[in-house]
């Protein structure tokens, strides 16, 4: 029987470690099957909302389901369904990627020798190491491990794949490869893409959320999102020295340096002065207006505040 894709639901998720930090605030969220971007900083909470989705951990409160499998209550149906690529993963270096990726295959109980073969020989050509099959995984480089954790993570054909923080330190062109491989994997199951890096979610994610300090800021389609901007983003090109009196006069969103100068992003209806200039919206503005508390929820919780004042 072939399987249909199952969305996530989470609702009302929260987790405090034993040293008092509170990773996740309430954290609730609809994940429909596809590339799900799930973008914020270091430290934001996204690595315990994957390791909780992972069965790794448990929430102190709230639920989570995936589909109407109970991720807490329910940890080995989801186990069973489950591909998981942690921000990092160890290998053994002296294997070779295809004995290694047999030896998963049996762990993930695919025992038949033949299916086995089958199965290993097709994934190891979907991630494009069918050539380095035969090396040893010590001698791959961070892309080919990259991959090659994929390839484990798609054993048994799961429901729900979670990526977490892929793509850091790889080189352009390996960014260019995973992330390509990431771009076909969200047709049949739910991928959780998890990172910190705008463009990796700007280019693959038909969905997403971005979190803060264990917070959700904003919940929606890229595409919408950017839209959402259209008209309120300006920009000027500063030296250093006017940049904190440009900072007391307007909500900046960002600020970068570009051919020895500084290219300041402003959020506003209104143009904010002499010398600034409409600027077309990216995803990245979307992310520096949310991270500000100039775009979404937090935005609309300050106005609440300011009218009960």
Request: hydrophobic content about 40%.
């Amino acid at each position: 029987m072939e399987k249909h894709p199952r969305g996530l639901t989470i609702r009302n998720v929260s987790k405090t470690y034993a040293n008092g930090v509170q990773a996740l605030h309430n954290v609730s969220l609809d994940i429909p099957p596809g590339m799900y971007g799930l973008l914020g900083p270091n430290g934001a909470g996204k690595s315990t909302l994957m390791r909780t989705l992972a069965t790794l951990q448990e929430p102190d409160e709230g639920q989570l389901f995936l589909g109407d499998i109970d991720v807490v209550n329910q940890k080995e149906a989801v186990r069973q369904t489950l591909g998981y690529l942690p921000q990092e993963f160890g290998v053994y270096p002296k294997a070779s990627a295809e004995e290694l990726l047999d030896y998963f295959a049996v762990l993930k109980g695919i025992t038949n020798r033949a299916v086995r073969k089958e199965t290993t020989e097709a994934l190891l050509n979907q991630t494009n190491l069918w050539d380095k099959r035969k090396q040893k995984l010590g001698g791959f480089s961070g892309g080919m491990r990259q991959r090659f954790g994929v390839a484990v993570a798609l054993l048994g054909s799961p429901q729900l794949l979670i990526v977490d923080e892929p793509t850091a330190g790889l080189d352009p062109a390996e960014r260019v490869r995973f992330l390509n491989l990431l771009s076909e994997l969200g047709e049949n199951s739910v991928v959780i893409l998890s990172t910190h890096i705008v463009a990796d979610v700007a280019e693959l994610c038909t969905n997403m959320a971005i979190i803060n300090q264990g917070q959700i800021l904003l919940e929606a389609s890229p595409l919408e999102a950017v839209a959402a901007l259209k008209g309120l983003i300006w920009r000027k090109l500063t030296d250093k020295q006017a940049l904190p009196a440009l900072e007391q006069e307007h909500q900046i969103i960002s600020a970068k340096l570009l051919s020895g100068r500084i290219l300041v992003h402003v959020y506003g209806p209104d143009r904010p002065g002499n010398g600034f200039e409409p600027a077309e919206p990216d995803l990245e503005d979307v992310y520096f207006s949310a991270m500000t508390g100039c775009f979404g929820p937090a935005r609309e919780q300050a106005k609440a505040e300011l009218i009960g004042l």
